[in-house]
Structure formats: structure tokens, C-alpha cells
């Protein structure tokens, strides 16, 4: 039974980028000190327990967030699906990172000591060159969020999100954003309130551009969306 626990750890590490051209020896020798850890939809892992432990998504999709208390507003930079890891910033610098991981659906994630990862970074090349792509591929999109807030207005922002996962849909074959996100989700990704998203969104189905449904936001007009976005997205 232990054998093919970690038989089956590594068939899932080997398809996350940040193990990416690691060797055989390497997953063996990993496989053991990873745990699974299930988490239910709307479960929240906070920055201490990431300070302790990394992650590696195995099956759904968690939204990261920085919360506000003094008004109680959120924002949410990244959306992180399968075979994604987080967080990579405490495991370099050993330093809380105010940033909480929410799970959008029930989750299931590998769960290891962050030493661990530390210590295999200083001991291989191909994983500490990972880390860094990781690393540069967060910075882009944070980039990209921040130019986006400044620039363009909450109309374009939401084409301009719901675009970039139409394209991925696209290329599974399919027509639907892959989660159903919340009109508070989205407004959390734009940087906006729940009420402008509704009135936005209200306008693009309007328009035939999307429906919203409770199971997907299906776009049925991939070249009016484009026609809203201030440029098309390179994924």
C-alpha cells in the first residue's frame, strides 16, 4: 500500500512545472515526505501554515488573496489550478507571506515540510532554474494586474480576465470558463466591487457576448470579447 501511495505522489509531481525534468532518483527519494491534504470548497489556508509547508495542487483550483480588515475588502492576483504549487516566497526567504489560499471547489493538494524544498533547491541545479521561471512567469502576471488597475477600466478589466480564461477553455475543446467563478471572485480579480461586476456582466449578456449560468460563464461571442479587451491576452 505505501508503494503505491508514492507511486501514485509521483505520477502528480512529474506533471507540476516545478518538478519539471527532475529524475527518477529525485521523485523516489521526494515521494515519501509528501502528505495528501484535502481541502473543502471555501476552506482557507492561512500565510503561517504556508510559512511551514508547501503545496502542490493535485485537483482543483484555489484563489489567492490579500485581505483588507480595516475596510474588508479583498483582492485576489492569482488564481492558481492543478498541478500549480504555492506558496514559493516563504520557502526563499523564510518570511510570512500576508497572503491567504482559498479553495474554490474541494481541492486536494500534496503537503510537504517547506525545509525540505529549501534544501533540495540548493542541492539541484534543474530545481532552483524551476523555481525561478515559477518565480518570473508570478512576476509577469502580477505586472500585468497592476498595469491593468491602473489603465484600463472595470469594463475592460472584466473582458480582459474573462478572455484569457476563454482561450484556455478553447483549447481544452470546450466554450466555458473552467470554474464558476463568484461576481464577488471576479471582482476580487479586477480590483472592483461585486455590484459594478454584476452591472458589467449584466451588459455583456446583453450584448450575446456570454451567458452567465450557475455551473459556467459560457463566452458565445469569442470575437465580440476580443472586440472588448484592450488587446489580445498571451497566455
Excluded at 502542490?56 to 488573496?65: D, L, M, P, Q
Amino acid at each position: 500500500m505505501h508503494k503505491t501511495k508514492d507511486e501514485e505522489t509521483i505520477r502528480n509531481l512529474k506533471k507540476a512545472f516545478f518538478f519539471s525534468e527532475m529524475d527518477d532518483a529525485f521523485f523516489e527519494m521526494a515521494a515519501p515526505h509528501f502528505q495528501q491534504k484535502s481541502l473543502q470548497k471555501s476552506a482557507t489556508i492561512d500565510s503561517e501554515e504556508t510559512l511551514k509547508y508547501f503545496y502542490v495542487i493535485i485537483e482543483g483550483n484555489v484563489k489567492t488573496s490579500y485581505f483588507n480588515p480595516e475596510n474588508a475588502r479583498s483582492i485576489t492576483p492569482f488564481l492558481l489550478s492543478e498541478y500549480e504549487v504555492f506558496d514559493i516566497v516563504p520557502v526563499i526567504d523564510k518570511k510570512e507571506n500576508l497572503m491567504d489560499y482559498t479553495a474554490l471547489d474541494t481541492c486536494m493538494l500534496l503537503q510537504i515540510e517547506a525545509h525540505y524544498i529549501r534544501s533540495w533547491i540548493e542541492t539541484y541545479p534543474q530545481l532552483n532554474t524551476n523555481l525561478l521561471q515559477c518565480l518570473a512567469k508570478k512576476f509577469r502576471e502580477m505586472e500585468e494586474f497592476s498595469r491593468s488597475l491602473v489603465f484600463y477600466d472595470t469594463k475592460t478589466r472584466l473582458a480582459n480576465l474573462l478572455l484569457k480564461h476563454a482561450i484556455k477553455e478553447e483549447e481544452n475543446r470546450s466554450s466555458k470558463i473552467t470554474k464558476k467563478l463568484s461576481h464577488e471572485t471576479l471582482s476580487e480579480m479586477i480590483g472592483s466591487v461585486r455590484s459594478i461586476v454584476t452591472r458589467d456582466l449584466q451588459e455583456l449578456k446583453r450584448e450575446g457576448i456570454i451567458l452567465d449560468k450557475r455551473a459556467a460563464i459560457i463566452v458565445k461571442d469569442l470575437e465580440k470579447l476580443k472586440e472588448r479587451c484592450v488587446k489580445y491576452i498571451d497566455l
